[in-house]
């Protein structure tokens, strides 16, 4: 399938993980990625790794959590292509501490980058979206938008929070014919639930509460959200994806 000739699709929190898988999956279908994230290495690492397989990619080093940076990013792409099909707000994080030990200065981290973050690409990409035949905001939420655990608190809050902000998006954006869903992922192996992964008495509860009994892979969370970027789902807007090994639909 090349369902992303000759679209530039942009991916915060691109240098791991899910946001990788999502990066190498719209490059291997004809995308130009731009790969955004925070850290520098990771940014150049996956755009070098998209380019020796016969991608295009060019690296951007952005922090979600701050407004200039993110209008610095899509000015380099006006400056680059001029040309912006996609935007997957995927970076994210988790500060895992009990509500009554948070900070606020926790609160506000976890807040900008799970919630504002994305917001702030949605509002600053806009004209470059309107100007594209194609135009899709895929954010990432989670099965911790719905359901938590000890914790998660603060970081259940903002994933129910961005999937409310896509919907809200879709009906806002809708006449400007820009698409807007979320995907909802249960748990994947990657550094942000390493930690999980790695006690094996958390990981042998997960999997007892995941019929599919193992985890998911990010290249799984990756083809839905190049569904839903993709012209595939030309009719949905403010929809939301579970990819979760049957996680919520077990008691
Ligand atoms: N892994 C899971 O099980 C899971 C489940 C549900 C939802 N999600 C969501 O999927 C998304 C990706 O998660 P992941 O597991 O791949 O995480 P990860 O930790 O592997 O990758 C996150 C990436 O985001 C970048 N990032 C963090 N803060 C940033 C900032 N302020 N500005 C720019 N980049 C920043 C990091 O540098 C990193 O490369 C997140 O939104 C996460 O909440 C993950």
């Not at 369902?3 to 999956?25: K, N, P, Q």
């Not at 940014?43 to 990619?57: P, S, T």
């Not at 995907?183 to 995941?210: M, Y």
Request: charged share 20%; aromatic share 6%; proline share 2%.
């Amino acid at each position: 399938m090349n369902r992303f000739s000759d679209r530039y699709a942009l991916v915060t929190g691109a240098g791991s993980g899910i946001g990788a898988a999502i990066a190498h999956g719209f490059a291997s279908e004809g995308a130009f990625v731009y790969v955004i994230d925070m850290d520098a290495e990771k940014a150049q690492d996956v755009a070098g790794q998209i380019k020796n397989a016969g991608g295009e990619a060019l690296d951007i080093v952005a922090d979600v959590t701050d407004g200039p940076s993110v209008k610095k990013a899509i000015q380099k792409i006006t400056d680059h292509s001029g040309k912006l099909d996609i935007i997957v707000n995927n970076a994210g994080m988790n500060v895992r501490t009990d509500l009554r030990h948070m900070t606020d200065e926790e609160w506000d981290l976890v807040l900008q980058v799970n919630l504002v973050g994305g917001a702030r690409f949605a509002r600053d990409g806009l004209d470059l979206l309107r100007a594209s035949e194609h135009a899709a905001i895929v954010n990432l939420a989670s099965v911790m938008g719905t359901r938590s655990t000890r914790q998660m608190s603060a970081y259940s809050a903002t994933k129910a929070a961005m999937a409310s902000l896509s919907r809200g998006l879709a009906v806002e954006y809708a006449p400007y014919a820009i698409r807007v869903n979320y995907l909802c992922p249960g748990f994947v192996a990657t550094n942000l639930t390493s930690r999980f992964v790695r006690n094996p008495f958390v990981k042998d509860q997960i999997l007892a509460r995941t019929p599919m009994g193992r985890f998911g892979e990010p290249e799984e969370i990756a083809k839905a959200a190049l569904f839903l970027a993709s012209d595939d789902a030309s009719y949905m807007t403010g929809s939301g994806i579970t990819v979760d090994g049957g996680m919520m639909a077990a008691l």
